[in-house]
């Protein structure tokens, strides 16, 4: 199946590192125009040195101004991923403010915020686009420690739907994909020692974590053209973790 993005333009946030990162470049090649949407200058920078084509916006995300401000003259995109997010693990009893409110603040609100944006766009110009927002199987499932970063990510499922509902009238497709663990900065955070590894590869029938391939392909389906009757999905990308 061949997918090609050419004349589209499409937005990446988090597209500094990991899943975002290789999904701004795999856009590219597909022949999208890419604005690449990041806090850490240093990571647009070597990100455009790969791929001169890509627009690098540096912002912090959690700030609503700074974000309103950076975005307001985009122009038209046909594309938006809302990838980026924070993963601040705690036991529950130890969740602070602070760190609940980093977090929804990346996780949920910039979801918001973002696609409130892009989406006014699509509906003044009337032609339609799709919106994927990176959640994690964690919206579905309980995890020790996770119990803010579940709370985005399940907020991030229910946004979507919402999303789906309104903006469907007008040709725009909103939907999730629902990663397992990925061995990128943020996986290594929580899933580097092999034993605590091993006890999710064992819940997981492929009996494997997601590589970034898995999770950009399927954020690339769902951009396309190929799932055009497709809305308001939480697809896992789990090796079946969610099924058992
Ligand atoms: P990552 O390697 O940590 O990359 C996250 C990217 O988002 C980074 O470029 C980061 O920039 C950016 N970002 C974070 N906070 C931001 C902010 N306030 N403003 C602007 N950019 C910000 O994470 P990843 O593993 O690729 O995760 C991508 C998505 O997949 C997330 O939504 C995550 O929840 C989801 N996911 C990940 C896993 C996993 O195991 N990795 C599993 C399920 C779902 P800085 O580095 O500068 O902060």
Known sequence: MEISFTGKHALVTGAGKGIGRDLALA???CGAKVTAVTRTQADLNS????????TPVCVDLADWGATEAALKDIGPIDL??????????QPFL???????????????????QV??????????????GSIVNVSSQASQCALRDHAVYCATKGAVDILTKVMALELGPYQIRVNTVN??????????????????????????????????????NSILFLLSDKSNMITGVTLPVDGGFLAC
Do not use: Y
């Not at 990100?47 to 890509?54: D, H, K, M, W």
């Not at 605590?196 to 898995?214: H, Q, Y």
């Open 47 to 54: 990100l455009v040195q790969e791929c001169a084509s890509i």
């Open 115 to 128: 696609s409130q944006i892009v989406a006014r766009g699509m509906k003044a110009r009337g032609s339609g």
């Open 27 to 29: 856009l590219a090649r």
């Open 94 to 112: 130890e969740v602070t403010q602070d760190q609940f409110e980093q977090s929804f603040s990346v996780n949920v609100k910039a979801v918001l």
């Open 179 to 216: 990663p397992t663990v990925v061995m990128t900065q943020m996986g290594r955070l929580g899933w580097s020692d092999p034993e605590k590894a091993k006890t999710m590869t064992s819940r997981i029938p492929l009996g494997r974590f997601a590589e970034v391939e898995d999770v950009v």
């Open 80 to 89: 938006l991923v809302n990838n980026a997010a924070c993963a601040n693990l």
